[in-house]
């Protein structure tokens, strides 16, 4: 049974960061972090391979302030997300994907 738990959202004011987790089970493969806003398609944000680690950022404005990363031994993928910005309030989704493709519940992201 795969499962994936994002955790760390919340309301943080401009400027300040937040630390986004995913903690997968039952599956090891590429994770990555999507972004949705009501009437809007979701967008990636960012990536990460296994079992290398090899990081992917959809553009250069968001690899500056946002960092993906993975606690292998835990089965974790982190975003850590500094320097928010209003634009950035969205539901944060991880996904992870290979020969099959596994989404979590989402967790809300507010910057005011």
């Known amino acids: 049974h795969v499962q994936l738990v994002e955790s760390g959202g919340g309301s943080v004011q401009a400027g300040g960061s937040l630390r986004l987790s995913c903690a997968v089970s039952?599956?090891?493969?590429?994770v990555g972090w999507f972004r949705q806003v009501p009437g809007k398609a979701r967008e990636g944000v960012a990536s990460?391979?296994?079992?290398?680690?090899?990081?992917?950022y959809r553009d250069d404005s968001l690899k500056g302030r946002f960092t993906i990363s993975r606690d292998s031994a835990r089965n974790t993928v982190y975003l850590q997300m500094n320097s928010l910005k209003p634009e950035d309030t969205a539901v944060y989704y991880c996904m992870a994907y290979g020969e099959y493709k596994y989404w979590g519940q989402g967790t809300q992201v507010t910057v005011s």
């Open positions: 039952g599956y090891r493969h590429c």
């Open positions: 990460i391979s296994s079992p290398v680690g090899t990081t992917y």
